[in-house]
């Protein structure tokens, strides 16, 4: 009766938990850049004093899907999309480098360039990208950034800085909590002058929604099944008690 309570009580458990990764990805469907994580369960033995004769279940996000996905055209000059491989460049709130593809951009308070989350996004001296006032803003392909000043003639344009565009070629990259992409280590990862960025594009999130509900509702009868294993153990206990009053 113990074991069966406890592979059932902790399936259960893990089902929840695998539930929580399916039902984030598919809130994320319609989310810029977004990159879909991946859930797997695995048996897990029991060890301490004694023989490993107890066995749990247990739920973990192997990695994260980064395959790039389809570019949605928006006209807007500040919007930008990784074209293939690589990675934008931004600053986490610990003040660390992250990598992230959102590419939906803005201007905040302090001019500083940022991502729609607020992010400021790096350049390639290593600091935060900062704009002076200006007219129009152009980024090219390489991720240059030129800008019409205010107050100057029409064909006066200032280059001033390049987006720090990365890749992971070493596949060290991880998805924190924070929804941005980490080293483990937190050592930056080195430009590649091979990354390329569409101006005008967004990138569609690569969550494949029927999957992600398939899943959910595949977790919801497991669910219902360890809670169906957990009510035999129970009642098995209890007719296993009621034949010792018998005797």
Do not use: C
């Not at 809130?27 to 850049?33: D, F, Q, V």
């Not at 928006?74 to 930008?80: A, F, I």
């Not at 029927?210 to 206990?237: C, P």
């Amino acid at each position: 009766m113990d074991k069966v309570l406890y592979l059932a009580m902790s399936g259960a458990r893990e089902a929840m938990r695998s539930q929580q990764a399916h039902a984030n990805n598919l809130a994320n469907a319609n989310t810029t850049g977004f990159k879909a994580d991946f859930a797997q369960a695995r048996a897990m033995q029991v060890f301490g004093e004694g023989y490993a004769s107890r066995v749990y279940a247990q739920a973990e996000r192997p990695g994260t899907d980064i395959t790039p996905n389809t570019l949605t055209q928006t006209g807007r000059s500040m919007d930008v999309a990784v074209n293939g491989e690589g990675w934008i460049t931004v600053i986490d709130s610990n003040g660390n480098e992250a990598y992230t593809r959102a590419g939906e951009l803005q201007v905040n308070e302090q001019n500083q360039l940022v991502t729609n989350a607020g992010r400021p996004v790096m350049g390639n001296g290593g600091i935060p990208i900062v704009l002076p006032p200006f007219e129009s803003l152009e980024i090219g392909g390489d991720g240059t950034i030129t800008v019409k000043l205010l107050g100057e003639g029409s064909t006066d344009l200032a280059i001033l800085d390049r987006i720090k565009l990365v890749n992971d070629a070493d596949g060290q990259l991880f998805k924190g909590t924070d929804g941005l992409m980490h080293t483990g280590n937190n050592q930056p990862l080195p430009i590649d002058n091979n990354v390329q960025l569409r101006s005008g594009f967004l990138e569609t999130s690569n969550v494949n929604s029927v999957n992600e509900l398939t899943s959910i509702i595949d977790l919801a009868r497991q669910f219902e099944m360890h809670v169906k294993m957990m009510k035999t153990a129970e009642d098995n206990s209890s007719a296993a008690a009621r034949i010792l009053q018998l005797q």
